[in-house]
T-cell receptor, first 111, second 113 residues
């Protein structure tokens, strides 16, 4: 089945630093989604990517859809305390709406 | 934006009892809703797809007789965990599709004693 591996698994950074995380797949995806989940909450969509090579920004967040359609990265610039959470990539299965979620990257900001 | 609610937000029950979790789309109709399970420090795993007016479709390895899904209306899907056991303790999250996006509920934390 489709698997999405994220790295790093966790990150400990200082406020103000930039963050970069990525997601790789064993198979091709036509859409890449990046979600953020805070403790005890459901995931919230941050950025959606629909075309290979696409680079999309949402405030301090930037994400790119890899040319091979098997990877994507998410960057966060000038991190702030509210960026803390778990970031998941996700993609729909071919031909239907079901989503496969990545393994997640847990972001912690050191005061 | 589209809002999805879940009730209850957390529930504690005794082993062997059944627990019902509701998922509602508050400001839109959803013919399809999804149920996920998330164990501590793990990712979301899709359990089943809930279809309004028809039977749910379950992912491989998910027991349909244990996790009963009812999608009675375009705004409500329920998940009933029957004869719950401690290993069913988890965070259950639903989502509902509006246009091209899935909107997620806030989750339900189930603890089975």
């Amino acid at each position: 089945g489709q698997q999405l591996n994220q790295s790093p698994q966790s990150m400990f950074i200082q406020e103000g630093e930039d963050v970069s995380m990525n997601c790789t797949s064993s198979s091709i995806f036509n859409t890449w989604l990046w979600y953020k989940q805070e403790p005890g909450e459901g995931p919230v969509l941050l950025i959606a990517l629909y075309k290979a090579g696409e680079l999309t920004s949402n405030g301090r967040l930037t994400a790119q859809f890899g040319i091979t359609r098997k990877d994507s990265f998410l960057n966060i610039s000038a991190s702030i305390p509210s960026d803390v959470g778990i970031y998941f990539c996700a993609g729909p299965h071919f031909g239907n709406e079901k989503l496969t979620f990545g393994t997640g990257t847990r972001l912690t900001i050191i005061p | 934006g589209a809002v999805v609610s879940q009730h209850p937000s957390r529930v504690i029950c005794k082993s062997g009892t059944s627990v019902k979790i509701e998922c509602r789309s508050l400001d839109f109709q959803a013919t399809t809703m999804f149920w996920y399970r998330q164990f501590p420090k793990q990712s979301l795993m899709l359990m089943a797809t809930s279809n309004e007016g028809s039977k749910a479709t379950y992912e491989q390895g998910v027991e349909k007789d244990k996790f009963l899904i009812n999608h009675a209306s375009l705004t409500l899907s329920t998940l009933t965990v029957t004869s719950a056991h401690p290993e069913d303790s988890s965070f259950y999250i639903c989502s509902a599709r509006s246009r091209d996006e899935q909107f997620f509920g806030p989750g339900t934390r189930l603890t089975v004693l």
